[in-house]
């Protein structure tokens, strides 16, 4: 995608004169760029006429053609960049107190894998971690995030015959509380399709632990579902993050735009 971008706009800097045309030329390739990877096209139309918009109110006049490509360069790299931000900030850890952050999303996402990486990336930075397996649907969940946790030597709660996630998840994140943990990281259940039962349990969770932060983690393979996926976590829990995995399985990294 970037480099289909730069190659857009570089054509832009050999061209001899600077007109509507040229300009149409230049959003049709960026256009087609953001298309392939999957970016939802209601943001590629948002992004065309707000380029358009912006190009054309200083077009007039004068300005030079050197200007003119300066000014056309910046305007989309501005509003490349505008899709991507977020009026709201990003949670930071505080230390001395507990954190506690949830994780959300659908099964084979890579959920509980990014669970043990986000909790070794904090233990090696000098923060206690605890990890905690809210995760009753899946059959081996729990040994993995055993597993995992044991091989990063992170402190693991969790317990293989408890079927009530939300009393996993309360006595975990009691537990590492009492122990005066800094990060609690709850890995919790995914679905494939039952996703109104994910919601509810999502709902009744977030009720019940009040995370400080939920991270939904969203497979980058998955394209324009993304979306969808972020919308419908987002309205059962407010999501904080996102985080997207897999990104060395596909060159479609769009989605993320349009979870953002």
């Known amino acids: 995608l970037g480099a289909k971008i730069t190659n857009a706009l570089k054509k832009l800097q050999s061209k001899q004169v600077i007109d509507e045309a040229t300009i149409n030329e230049l959003l049709t390739e960026i256009a087609s760029a953001l298309l392939s990877s999957d970016v939802n096209i209601k943001y590629i139309a948002k992004l065309r006429d ?19 490509r300066r000014l056309i360069t910046s305007t989309v790299v501005e509003e490349l960049t505008q899709m991507l931000s977020s009026h709201n900030k990003a949670y930071e850890f505080v230390r001395n107190k507990p954190n ?18 986000f909790a070794y990336h904090y233990m090696k930075k000098g923060w206690r971690v605890g990890v905690v397996c809210a995760d009753t ?6 040994t993995q995030l ?23 998840a309360q006595s975990g994140v009691d537990f590492f509380r009492e122990k005066s943990y800094e990060i609690i990281i709850v890995d919790t259940s995914g679905r494939h399709k039952e996703e109104q039962e994910l919601i509810k349990e999502m709902k009744t969770l977030e009720k019940s632990i009040k995370p400080d932060e939920t991270m939904l983690v969203i497979d980058g393979t998955i394209g324009q579902q993304a979306m969808v996926q972020a919308k419908a976590f987002n309205e059962a829990t407010p999501i904080g993050s996102i985080l997207v995995t897999k990104l060395d399985g596909s060159a479609r990294g769009g989605g993320a735009l349009s979870a953002v």
């Open 146 to 168: 055993q597993m995992n946790a044991a091989k990063i030597k992170c402190p693991f709660f969790g317990h293989p015959k408890e079927t009530d996630p939300v009393k996993i």
């Open 50 to 68: 707000a380029v358009k918009t912006k190009v054309s109110l200083q077009m007039g006049g004068d300005m030079a053609g050197a200007n003119l």
């Open 137 to 142: 649907f899946r059959a081996g969940a729990f």
């Open 100 to 117: 506690v952050v949830m994780f959300v999303g659908l099964q084979g996402a890579g959920k509980t894998t990014t669970c043990t990486k």
